[in-house]
């Protein structure tokens, strides 16, 4: 799907080896907020979301695991858990699943292994850091934009000169993102989609042009 991160195959043929297997439903989790899980995974196929609870109930997205990345629950690497940070498959997913204890042994022997893990954690971390910034815009619709350009980044795939988002977003996905309400999306995402900005296929979005789609940030 995206090819900003790239398929661990280390970390797969590891985790095909050692660890379990286990299909997960659309909808189902894979960590929930009080779960004190210590547990590695490994995305085989699928998509996982991941998200934050709030105090009020409701919940914030962080963003995606992909096919062929390995992560854990935050705070696994500690002995004790303050983490809100849940996994969910929004469709069908197979995963591999092993222990912290595993995992770090392997990091410690396997050269290629670590290094995989280490650069996934740098363009976490660079991920992260965009999701701040385009949270920092002014208006609306550069907060739109800005996420529209992060998704294309990170989760994109070039399509027909364009940029392909193939992550199934609705406006309430949107509203959830950029913390506005769904129908201040769909008034941002209208007008965009009438100068040509963006196209929508069902719950695909496709940027024609991503200089096009950058240019009102740098006003």
Known sequence: MSGFFEFQKAHQKFFQQQGNRYLYKKGQYLVSSNDESSRMFFLH??????????????????????PGMSFTKSGAFFDEYFSDI?????VPSEVYCLSRDSFMQQLDKDQEFNAEYRTWLLK????LIERIVYQG???????????????CRYYGTPHNGGILIEIPITQSTMANFLHITRVSVGKEIRKLVSEGIIQTYGKELFVPDLDKLQQPLSK
């Open 137 to 151: 815009q002014n208006t609306i619709k550069k907060k739109l934009l800005g996420w529209l350009v992060f998704m």
């Open 86 to 90: 849940e996994y969910r498959a929004i």
């Open 45 to 66: 196929s699928g998509l996982v979301e991941a998200s934050f609870s709030l105090s009020d109930g409701s919940s914030r997205i962080i963003g995606y695991f992909l």
């Open 124 to 127: 976490v971390q660079l991920l």
